[in-house]
């Protein structure tokens, strides 16, 4: 098995991806179990391999659609999913949501995960094999995770408690994730 090989599904650009998508699963597990910090360490992980997978396909010309819609999957659990579910259920426990906020705020968050979902599926309908663009248009899902770890730290230590006025928020960044905001790439 060679994993330089750009044909193989098992190349080192996907095991990284492949580490990041186990690493947000891992995550959610902690994450249920409130053990928030440990969820964010990994979430963090799970961050440094979306870069290094990128580097390594476009180092070793590694790029394939298979490998970008694998990138955008992960991302997807590691930078929509996983942060939604830290600061929902941080919420739950940090703000003692009542079942009726715990509802509304719920719907933001499922309305987040849609939004996050839809950038990428975007982004990858615009995104041609092995090309960088200048700046991303709307904010990238790794930069609305981070906005989301931002509110849930806000939260978490108490400057930011009222669970309405962090929902309005985290619609801002869904939003934001489809605007034509244009942001430099790295």
Not at 16 to 44: C, E, H, P, R
Not at 73 to 96: C, E, I, K, N, T
Not at 107 to 113: H, N, Q, R, S
């Amino acid at each position: 098995m060679n994993v330089f090989d750009k044909n193989n599904r098992f190349n080192i650009a996907n095991i990284v991806t492949y580490l990041n998508v186990s690493l947000g699963v891992m995550a959610i597990f902690f994450i249920v179990k409130q053990d928030f910090f440990t969820a964010i360490i990994l979430a963090w992980i799970a961050g440094a391999c979306d870069i290094i997978d990128g580097k390594l396909a476009r180092k070793y010309n590694l790029s394939t659609e298979f490998g970008i819609q694998l990138d955008s999957f992960a991302d997807f659990l590691s930078f929509v999913v996983m942060p939604a579910f830290l600061l929902f259920y941080a919420l739950r426990v940090h703000s003692a949501l009542g079942e009726m906020e715990e509802f509304v705020v719920g719907l933001v968050f499922v309305w987040y995960i849609i939004s996050g979902l839809r950038r990428l599926i975007e982004f990858n309908l615009k995104a041609d094999v092995g090309e960088v663009t200048k700046h991303f248009e709307g904010v990238p899902t790794p930069l609305g995770a981070i906005l989301l770890w931002i509110l849930y730290l806000l939260n978490a230590y108490g400057v930011l408690t009222s669970a309405y006025v962090v929902a309005v928020l985290v619609m801002l960044i869904a939003w934001s994730l489809n605007s034509k905001i244009k942001i430099p790439h790295p």
